[in-house]
């Protein structure tokens, strides 16, 4: 017995120390939980078409992927971040302060982001910004005075909504989803409703106007959810009367679940999202580590093959699954076969 | 007082042994009552067993059927060699396969229509599945081979009866009514089929846009390797610590306070130990990302608390005569415990161990912070390379999938939940055979 335990930690210890001196094969992917299907999509498909091993891919918000990219260069730490925003200026000096300078910047397409409800459930068929910012803000415009919000069914502010209560699941603070919601949709309803232009006049300064803006309503009628748009989802099966905020992709889905509203008279579909026409959209980027390129065997690989029009261009598996690509894929194919960092120029 | 004055003049109420006085009648009512409270109790649980096993069997139970399209396909040497000449070579063996598939079906007299855009939105991802056949089979090339390979995941759930059709348009990407019906016809014809789904359990994680061929193998085998590194690490840690502290330890100020940190340490959430395996194992001692090695290492600290409790707990209840006799034959201290202590104490230890275990198989948050909760699709190639290689492990999976889009996936993180149990359940029956053989009575 006290011979079998010897012998299984000895074992143990060789199998660490042999670990610390492997090196590693595959390409290590971590952020947004947004590209992360996209990543899948195209990992499975590096693994099937190279003689390399399948990149593992992990998700954990842009944020944290960023921050895992910024900890410093070598083998324990990540290859490519991918982020559903462009890098902050303050990331970049972390990045720098770490060791970590040749960035490759790499936008991969759009995304875009509906109002989607029940499909058994109300017509919520047409929406205007105006009409979220109305049914959603924390103070609202009416008749020309900034009061806390006090509608309780759409068709309170817009006659063509439904006579319904609202509810509506907007995406949580940590998602790259919000920043888009706010800037493109809530900011945009305060400005059309005039909201905005009233708060000024009342003596704000333009930052804490539209910090004002885009505090939405906490009684209960506009709930944020952190989960995943599964969540989102769960909600609006159990309520027939809510709106949910889901990614185009996510939407195109599940269609025998969920009713998609317009946004200005614009259906979301990925050629209204090309052309520009529907107003909510945003750009998907990854990030590579340059000083990990030819080190990590298949890194540049995965990353040209990322972008390759059989893949991410508008008839590739991305484009299928619900990825907006991007009109300038050959600019971005350019930089990543030239390894053009950050800065760098173009 | 008033009793002694009025006792005397009334006269003593008469008791009888047949029939209970009202005190007596009292106690056992409550007696009764406490017995119901007890059965409503079991029986509440009981329901609520019920309806969650109900409920994972029923989600989960589809997820290992999957429909299938079944046809004999003959690829050319000249085929291969196109097809290996390109980058995205799957997608010219998918290419391949359906215009054999469409020739097929052309002969065969189907009455619908179709072209081989509606073909595309029935069958899943096969151009993988074909180009892997080839590689490693050389000598079925120019030759027929049967394949059985994944439909579209919205024909699967349409013959699940999960797919609602009414909701979908004639200008859907995924799937448009009349496709559905084209599908009743092959179905008919015998080329889509629904069969048992092997893969489910052998295979690896697939991208969101490949459903049909995920399976939970690998992080199985991810969760086995940790279970491994657990085991052979905080068991014999866990035991030795335990012997010390129980037969040997002084006890003094120094050991209360060890004793009360491992008690501490068992209630600490083990998202910290998370923190503390990334922080130690990955950034200072330099061991790979996403390893079951890392993630066993972390469970070890997880697991080690319950079982030096557990196994305390049974040192101290063999009976002190034992250790005494041996004792006084003359048997040093360490042969006392080794001969006659632990031998007793051993099924009390493994049943710990297992407990241990199991909590730390089901566990998830603390592999978010090691990397073991992400898309990982491959087997280790080597036995080493499932310790150091990165892999997954089934909560983290579970948890993986329930978070994806195609409802496929859904079905298929409840289909983990029942190998999951499975796993659990057998683990907790090996528990019980060891114990019952080294269980001694005294």
Known sequence: MLNAKLTASALAIIAVSATAAAARDQVQVAGSSTVLPYASIVAELFGENFDFPTPVVESGGSSAGLKRFCEGVGENTIDIANASRAIREKEIKACADAGVTDIIEVQIGYDGIVFASQIDGPAFTAFEPADIFNALSDQVLVDGQIVDNPYTQWADFNADLPAVDIIAFPPGTKHGTREVFEEKVILAGCEATGAMQAMIDGGMSEDDAEDACMNLRADGRSVD????????????????????????????????????????GIA?????????????????????????????????????FFVADEIAGPDGPLAQYGLVA????????????????????? | MTDATHGMSEPRQKTSLTAADARTAARNRAEKRFQYYGIAAIIAGGVFLVLLLTAILSNGIPAFQRATVNIEFTLTQEQFDEAEGTMLKTKVYTGFFIDALTAQLTESGIETEFDNKRIERLLGKVG????????????????????????????????????????????????????????????????????????????????????????????????????IVVLVLSLPIGVAASIYLEEFAPKNRFTDLIEVNISNLAAVPSIVFGILGLAVFIQFMGLSQSAPLVGGLVLTLMTLPTIIISTRASLKAVPPSIREAALGIGASKMQAVFHHVLPLAMPGILTGTIIGLAQALGETAPLLLIGMVGFVARYPETFLQGFEGPNSAM???????????????????????????????????????????????W
């Not at chain 2, 579209?152 to 348009?169: A, L, N, P, Q």
């Open chain 2, 128 to 227: 993988g599945t074909i180009r892997a056949h080839y590689r490693e089979n050389p000598q079925d090339i120019g030759q027929p081979t049967r394949f059985e390979l994944p439909a579209s995941s919205r024909v699967d759930r349409y013959f699940k009866g999960t797919f609602d059709r009414s909701g979908i348009g004639d200008g859907n990407r995924f799937i448009m009514p009349g496709d559905l019906d084209f599908a009743d016809d092959l179905r008919a014809a015998g080329i889509l089929t629904q069969s048992f789904d092997w893969n489910f359990i052998t295979g690896v994680d697939t991208g969101v846009d490949n459903a049909g061929q995920a399976g939970i193998g690998a992080s199985v085998l991810g969760s086995f390797m940790m279970m």
């Open chain 2, 395 to 441: 909560p983290a999976q579970i948890y993986n999938w329930a978070s994806r889009s195609d409802a496929v996936f859904t079905e298929k993180a409840w289909g983990g939940i029942i190998i999951l149990l499975i796993f659990l359940l057998s683990m907790n029956i090996l528990a019980i055979i060891l114990r019952r053989r080294f269980e001694r009575r």
């Open chain 1, 268 to 304: 979301p579909s990925t050629a209204t999202i090309a052309s520009g026409e529907y107003p909510v959209s945003r750009p998907l980027f990854f990030y590579i580590k340059g000083a990990h390129i030819g080190v990590i065997p298949g890194l540049k690989e995965f990353a040209s």
């Open chain 1, 225 to 264: 959810i952190d989960g995943d748009y599964t969540e989102t989802l769960a909600r609006i099966d159990a309520n027939p009367d809510g709106v949910g905020i889901f990614g185009l992709a996510f939407y195109e889905n599940n269609q025998d679940k969920l009713k998609v509203g317009t946004m200005s």
């Open chain 1, 326 to 346: 991007d009109p300038e894929l050959v600019k971005t194919q350019m930089a990543v076969e030239n390894e053009e960092t950050m800065g760098s120029g173009s």
